[in-house]
């Protein structure tokens, strides 16, 4: 006998259900994302049953072992300073990005030295195999070791693995996944969420990392329920401008290793090449004798990497002067013009003011602050900032330049890289080691002015 047909809504950020529509979900208190579904009482109930056979036992904390965990290398160190250091096996990986920013590419690209010694299993809810197979010529992926599977049945293909015992499952996309049992549709909140689950339990059981692929909806957020993200062990972002050939690979979630790394990419015919300078890719093109440029010099994670803030300041042509931001917090921005206008003395009233970071590269880094207030006072005084300068420091509503972290790393990148003189917070002045000044000459200043009449210097 059929089980009874209900109409359920559920919040896509949280999974809360309700018998009826409401505007705002009264568990995250977000606005528009209760979502409707039709379901069967009891298919509904036999699918959140799905499970795997076994179960697991209590083990008390000395009876557990910690040896060093095992981690797999996937042949591209830039992937591999985000995991953490490699796969850990039994994790399962969210890979996340915008639509042809180089998902696929980049899993079926690392099964060729993952085949070398790895069986993989690659599960295709959106390709053919056909289609599979003309990819992998043109990334030229030849390993035996690679198998495909072209199905979309989330119970079917856990028992695949469970026969087959791959070393490695990527599966791609979460969004095309099902359970059969289930009467929503392909990509719902309930499917994505219960697919997710199954997949976990499966490489948890059988000690399989696993490797999924999730789509992103309009606001860039990735599309099902919030708790899809819960589940998972990682969360990597794959972040580009589509009108750049660069890609960052960025960790929000890592449960093995630190989330403050990134990768740098650049994709070509032959897929995605490991960046392995990503400071000279991103000054690489700095005009010379030009005002309204200053180099920063920022930390992902242990990496120091240098970015070209660009500003240009223009009288206004309205009673109400524009403001524009790339790359930068717009309100940061706003609150670093309010700064210099009040503190250093540097009229902005009637001016209009835009900044931009080069390469499509986006900071959240407060050290950059002074950096975007110098090419701002630079295009305001039409100086330009010589191209061996560098400056780095947080600017606090006193228009003081207070201490940043890592200021021995940056120094020695800026040096290693041809940099003569560097500007930095003077608290950080007094904890720099004598050697790093031979190089390269650090000056210590306290407030915007001095910043700008040392770089005149």
Known sequence: MAGKIKSVYVCSECGYETGKWLGQCPKCKQWSTLEEEIRTEST??????????????????????????HRFDTGLKELNRVLGGGLVKGS?????????????????????????TLKILYVSGEESAHQLKLRANRLKVNTENLSVLCETDAQYICEVISSEKPDLVMID???????????????????????????????????????IVGHVNKDGNIAGPKVLEHIVDAVLYIEGDRNFSY???RAVKNRYGSTNEIGMFEMQDCGLTEVSNPSMMLISGKPKNTSGSCIACLMEGSRPIMAEVQSLVTPTGFGTPRRMASGID????????AVLEKRAGYFLGNMDCYVNIIGGLKIDEPAADLSIALAIVSSLKDYAVSEDVLAFGEIGLGGEIRAVNSCEQRIREAAKLGFRKCVVPKY??????????????????????????????
Do not use: H, W
């Open 173 to 211: 996309s979460i969004q095309t996944m099902n359970i059969p049992e289930l009467n929503s549709s392909t990509g719902s909140v309930t499917q994505v969420r219960e697919t997710t689950n199954l997949f976990m339990r499966t490489a948890k059981s059988l000690n399989i990392p696993i490797i």
């Open 428 to 457: 950080n002045l007094t904890k720099i080691q004598k050697n790093l000044k031979e190089n390269i000459e650090v000056i210590g200043v306290s407030n915007v002015r001095q910043a700008f009449q040392a770089i005149m210097e």
């Open 330 to 337: 717009y309100n940061r921005m706003s609150m670093l013009i």
């Open 92 to 116: 399962i990986v969210l890979l996340s990005g915008d639509p042809g920013i180089g998902k696929s590419t980049l899993l079926l690209q690392i099964c060729q030295p993952l085949g070398k």
């Open 44 to 69: 509904a109930k036999a699918g959140r049953g799905v499970s795997l056979s076994g179960r697991s036992q209590v083990y008390t904390l000395s009876q557990i072992t910690a040896d060093t965990e």
């Open 247 to 249: 890609r960052i690979l």
